[in-house]
């Protein structure tokens, strides 16, 4: 059980930001957000996590409401390299084993 | 970045028969490994969870006698399906954390398999 929901699939303008929603309502205090990304037929890539602040890295932004309860991945300028599906996930042991939901496929389009 | 690698990309066997995938971590050592599968048009299914020197930890409903995992070394897990079938046919991802760096785990390319 994945316990995170996300659109199944999204489109965005080559060059616009891209915001990746991802519903967490019951996660724990002690549990982390984790975005990873899964370009066709490859492995999936880390992205960005976070667990209570914002988060920013030279891929994306992780916007985490006050309650935790849901997030937001922001890539600020999508590519078309961008196009993947999206996994948002929950870690309570980080090392830990991750259990991958459905994800988001965006698709960035010229 | 760290550098996870596996071999074969691709692998076609026939049915009854063995496949070893090797998942490599190229440039740090991984006490832990994890081992998925992925039907196509699926999401990534944790197949068990590979430690280093001991049993590997799988997960509720994977064939443990089916798929042996081997973690003999910090920087090589195996992967062996026995006695293949066509239903075994999927891709299998494999992913490591950095021994002392719990943060960011890193995936290989994947080994796709195809059983006739």
């Known amino acids: 059980d994945a316990k995170t929901t996300q659109p199944p699939s999204m489109d965005c303008a080559e060059g616009r930001a891209a915001n990746l929603p991802c519903n967490h309502s019951t996660i724990s205090g002690n549990e982390y957000v984790y975005w990873y990304r899964q370009i066709h037929s490859q492995g999936p890539q880390y992205i960005i996590h976070?667990?209570?602040n914002n988060e920013t890295n030279e891929m994306a932004s992780l916007i985490i409401t006050e309650d935790r309860k849901s997030s937001t991945l922001i890539l600020p300028h999508a590519t078309l390299r961008d196009t993947a599906v999206y996994y948002c996930?929950?870690?309570?042991?980080?090392?830990?084993?991750?259990?991958f939901g459905q994800g988001t496929e965006l698709s960035v389009k010229p | 970045g760290a550098v996870v690698s596996q071999h074969p990309s691709r692998v076609i066997c026939k049915s009854g028969t063995s496949v070893k995938i090797e998942c490599r971590s190229l440039d740090f050592q991984a006490t832990t490994m994890f081992w998925y599968r992925q039907f196509p048009k699926q999401s990534l299914m944790l197949m068990a969870t590979s430690n280093e020197g001991s049993k590997a930890t799988y997960e509720q409903g994977v064939e443990k006698d089916k798929f042996l995992i081997n973690h003999a070394s910090l920087t090589l897990s195996t992967l062996t399906v026995t006695s293949a079938h066509p239903e075994d046919s999927s891709f299998y991802i494999c992913?490591?954390?950095?021994?002392?760096?719990?943060?960011?785990?890193?995936f290989g390319p994947g080994t796709r398999l195809t059983v006739t």
């Open positions: 996930i929950r870690l309570y042991n980080q090392g830990g084993k991750l259990i």
């Open positions: 992913s490591a954390f950095k021994t002392g760096d719990p943060y960011e785990q890193y």
């Open positions: 976070g667990l209570k």
